[in-house]
C-alpha cells in the first residue's frame, strides 16, 4: 500500500486548518466565515476544495481584507513552515518554478485530473480503462489526458495489443511515487518521490510552461 498520495486527507486537512487559523488569528471567526461565503459565490466552492487552487483562495482575500490578505498570506505561510508535519518524510526533488508549479497545483485542484494521478502512481493503465476505473467522461477524460501527458505528469509505460486490430494501444503511468505541495522561503512548490525507473526531472519553460520527465 502506498503511504502517501498526492494532498492525502491528513495533508489536505493540516494545510485547510492553518489558513482558518490564519485568518481568525487577523480578522476573527467573522472574517472566516465571509471568506467561505465569498468563496461559495464567486468560484462555487469551499475553502476545503479550494486549498489546491492559491489563485482563488488570494483573490477572496484580497478582495475582503485588501491589505490586510499580506498578513494573512504570511501568517499562513509560516505556521506550513513551523507546523508541516509531513515535510520530513520526502526526499529533497523540488520543482520550484513558478509557472510548472501553477500548473501542477491546477491539475491538483482539478477532481478528475487527481484521480487519474493518484490512480496512476500505483497502476499502469491504457486510457479508456484509466477513465472507466474512475468513472471519468470520455470526452473531457481524454482532453485531461492529453493535458498531463503534455506536461510530463504522466509517461507512456509500455503497451498492449489489440485483440481485434493487432494495434499497440500505449500504457501509462506516473514518474513518481509520491507528490507534496510545500512552502519555502515563501514560495509554493512540489515535492516529489519519483520511481526508481525515472531518474531526471527537466523543466523547459516556454510559454505553455511544461514539466518533462526523463526514463532512466
Known amino acids: 500500500m502506498q503511504k502517501y498520495e498526492i494532498m492525502n486527507k491528513s495533508q489536505h486537512s493540516f494545510l485547510e486548518n492553518c489558513l482558518i487559523s490564519s485568518i481568525n488569528e487577523q480578522v476573527g471567526m467573522a472574517g472566516v466565515k465571509r471568506v467561505k461565503i465569498r468563496l461559495l459565490e464567486k468560484y462555487g466552492t469551499t475553502i476545503s476544495q479550494a486549498i489546491d487552487d492559491w489563485d482563488k483562495i488570494s483573490d477572496i482575500l484580497k478582495e475582503q481584507f485588501a491589505g490586510g490578505s499580506l498578513k494573512i498570506t504570511n501568517n499562513y505561510i509560516k505556521k506550513i513552515s513551523e507546523l508541516n508535519p509531513f515535510q520530513t518524510n520526502f526526499k529533497k526533488n523540488i520543482i520550484d518554478d513558478p509557472k510548472v508549479v501553477k500548473t501542477i497545483m491546477n491539475m491538483l485542484g482539478d477532481p478528475d485530473s487527481c484521480k487519474i494521478i493518484n490512480y496512476l502512481m500505483k497502476n499502469s493503465s491504457i486510457i479508456?480503462?484509466?477513465?472507466?476505473?474512475?468513472?471519468?467522461?470520455?470526452?473531457?477524460?481524454?482532453?485531461?489526458?492529453?493535458?498531463?501527458?503534455?506536461?510530463?505528469?504522466?509517461?507512456?509505460?509500455?503497451?498492449?495489443?489489440?485483440?481485434?486490430?493487432?494495434?499497440?494501444?500505449?500504457?501509462?503511468?506516473?514518474?513518481?511515487?509520491?507528490l507534496y505541495v510545500d512552502i519555502v522561503n515563501a514560495s509554493m512548490v512540489v515535492n516529489f518521490t519519483p520511481k526508481k525507473d525515472v531518474e531526471v526531472i527537466r523543466l523547459r519553460n516556454q510559454k505553455n510552461t511544461s514539466s518533462k520527465y526523463l526514463n532512466s
Open 128 to 178: 479508456e480503462d484509466i477513465l472507466k476505473n474512475n468513472k471519468i467522461p470520455s470526452t473531457s477524460g481524454y482532453r485531461k489526458m492529453d493535458k498531463m501527458i503534455a506536461t510530463g505528469m504522466i509517461i507512456e509505460s509500455g503497451y498492449v495489443i489489440a485483440k481485434n486490430t493487432g494495434r499497440k494501444i500505449p500504457k501509462y503511468t506516473t514518474p513518481f511515487e509520491s
